[in-house]
């Protein structure tokens, strides 16, 4: 007599496991959070130290429950509670989704990354992302070339990291699953060449916020903004490092460990680039046609590039008008129905959905933590121990946790800048220097996050979950996160 399977039954049960763990943990943290209303939010306007806790809560239940939505909504649920009576709490969390809803970026970034999903997925349908594939498996056939090519790959679209996780997480997997990588790794590579390669070019969309930025707090004069981000490129020391440390690791110079070496022990021994969770919920796309034209995949690809340079660095554009094209080049050659590719754009763009809805808890935190005054208090603390010598070091420790916390990796430079910039100039500290240790923090937040933009795109191009990334690549943003923190102490 044969043995059941206990597959399904043991994910029910791991799945009620963690439903309780996060029931537990929302009662506990709700009663918590309405004692601070109580003791602190009747009375004071400031929170201090207790603005902290929203994003404390947040990264111990996604460590401990190894979900993200759940947990960044619970953290959004302490902080309304620290903040509002239970009489205002409903009210006040519609206000906040609508709040997120009408926020202009929030809508560019929902557009954007859905057109690139769209994109990917009429690529895929239409055979171009196994023709590339196929391709390089055949000029590259060893594992180490496979992931060097990813990794330049990387290095070459760098106009923005939207683009390149989505982009070079897609095409890349059909050749890297054949010579047996597992998707943590690709991902972590295809995070790794994202905000770390787009800080260090000065003609990508973080180059033009961060100059723009430089201005408005008076770091630059009117127009200096951009010399000045070009002046502190060779001391964005943090995105120097992870390229290197990738490299290492590519190359075993740096072993594998932890949950990324099981991860790579799992696809070299059974096969299975996926872990049985990511696996069940991967969605294939299949083509639509067999042996495709290699020029379906790099005539989309490389118009992509084109447009969204071409209209000033807007992904959403680019992505328009890439479509277009490639709808028009598909229908010439007769490769699939156009009701066919209709279908294809709007699957890819609902498959987009969830890991947008990561985004969307991502910005409803920050709004919480704006009203509680997280990134002012942390700064003005901190601020009192920064002197020249320790001041890059201090500035890239306290930017990079506010970072990685709340996962706002242009917002909060928004407000720290106007403090730590003024802070450097009256210590007279070298300011190269100083917005090389800024702009490095906002690298490694966009790196490390496990609910951050770069991470949750990274992992959805990869086909696994943000927090299965996040973990398995996190030794190794701290790593170098540690070394950048050596180097900036010897700068200054």
């Known amino acids: 007599m044969t043995r059941p399977k206990m597959g399904p039954e043991l994910g029910r049960i791991q799945k009620n496991h963690i439903n309780i763990k996060v029931t537990i943990i929302a009662f506990i943290v709700a009663t918590i959070a309405l004692a601070c209303y109580h003791v602190i ?121 939207y683009l390149n996780a989505l982009t070079i997480g897609s095409s890349m997997r059909k050749a890297t699953d054949k010579v047996k990588v597992s998707r943590e790794f690709l991902s972590y590579i295809v995070d790794s060449t994202a905000a770390p390669v787009c800080i260090i070019l000065p003609f990508s969309t973080w180059a033009v916020f961060f100059s723009g930025l430089l201005e408005e707090t008076g770091a630059a004069g009117e127009g200096g903004g951009m010399d000045l981000f070009i002046s502190a490129i060779p001391y964005m020391i943090y995105a120097w ?143 009192q121990f920064m002197t020249v010598d320790y001041l890059p070091a201090l500035v890239f420790i306290t930017m990079a946790a506010l970072a990685f916390a709340t996962a706002s990796f242009w917002g909060i430079f928004v407000v720290g800048m106007p403090i730590v910039i003024p802070l450097a100039m009256n210590l007279g500290a070298d300011l190269p220097i100083v917005v090389g240790a800024l702009i490095s923090a906002s690298a490694f937040g966009s790196h490390a996050c496990f609910y951050g933009d770069s991470t949750v795109l990274s992992a959805k191009a990869c086909g696994i979950s943000p927090m299965k990334h996040a973990l398995t690549q996190l030794p190794y943003t701290l790593i170098t996160a540690a070394i950048s923190v050596v180097f900036f102490l010897i700068l200054a």
């Open 41 to 161: 939010g009747a009375e004071k306007s400031e929170y201090g130290a207790w603005s902290l806790l929203p994003v404390l809560v947040v990264v111990t239940t996604a460590i401990y429950t190894k979900r993200t939505v759940e947990s960044l909504f619970i953290g959004v649920i302490v902080g309304l509670l620290m903040t509002k009576s239970p009489a205002e709490f409903i009210p006040s969390l519609g206000d906040i989704f609508l709040t997120v809803f009408q926020n202009d970026v929030v809508a560019w970034i929902f557009i954007a990354c859905g057109l690139m999903g769209s994109m990917i997925a009429l690529i895929s349908c239409a055979g171009g992302a196994d023709s590339f594939g196929n391709w390089l498996s055949n000029k590259v056939t060893s594992r180490k070339g496979t992931l060097f090519s990813t990794m330049a790959l990387g290095l070459v679209i760098f106009i923005d990291d």
């Open 241 to 383: 490092v992870c390229l290197i440390v990738v490299a290492l690791v590519i190359n075993r110079n740096i072993p594998l460990f932890g949950k990324m070496k099981a991860a790579e022990e799992r696809a070299m021994t059974t096969g299975a680039v996926l872990c049985e969770e990511d696996a069940a919920a991967e969605q294939e796309i299949k083509p639509a046609v067999k042996n495709s034209n290699m020029l379906n995949f790099f005539i989309p690809i490389g118009a992509l590039i084109f447009f969204t340079w071409l209209f000033d660095i807007d992904v959403m554009a680019g992505a328009m008008a890439a479509i277009f094209l490639t709808v028009g080049l598909y229908a010439v050659q007769n490769i699939m129905p156009i009701g066919k590719m209709f279908d294809a754009i709007l699957s890819g763009f609902i498959d987009m959905i969830a890991p947008l809805g990561t985004l969307f808890c991502g910005f409803m935190l920050a709004q919480v933590n704006d009203s509680l005054g997280t990134t002012s208090y942390v700064i003005e603390s901190v601020s």
